[in-house]
């Protein structure tokens, strides 16, 4: 169901090329994550090192992550490089399709964003990384996510 909405909205995904994972990476893959690495402004990003170290501790590989990037990050040269073989949602526009991705996965992982607050009234477990705004106003309405401030 999610390819046809994909194809109807002329968004892409991205699938990953076969390779070896570890036994660690095995057990990694129980819980399906999703990372949307992006939000409406730059400001409210993750750096590259913040968000490496998000990596380490979460422990995402591309057996147990997807990843969700709309067009503020399509051309972002980092996250094309950090993500290669990962398998990637690009510019889902469709509001139905975006929620069925969102359900399919066990755990949301974002920033200060529209898609973090879609992800939470999905009902999904996630956490939202705040930089710049004020999270008591703008965090997502859930018991299930923790704010995260950066």
Known sequence: ???????????????????????????????KYLLHPGSGGKKKNLSPDELESVIKKIAITPLNTDILIGPAEYGDEFIRKKFRGFRIFENIMDFSVLISIIKNHDFYIG?????????????VEGIVFFKIDNSEIWKPFSKKFIIEHK
């Open 1 to 31: 169901m999610i390819k046809k909405y994909i194809y109807q909205a002329r968004s892409k995904i991205i699938l990953p090329e076969k390779k070896e994972f570890s036994a660690i990476e095995e057990e990694n893959y129980k819980k």
């Open 111 to 123: 920033y200060d964003s529209g898609i973090s607050h879609l992800a939470a009234l999905c009902g």
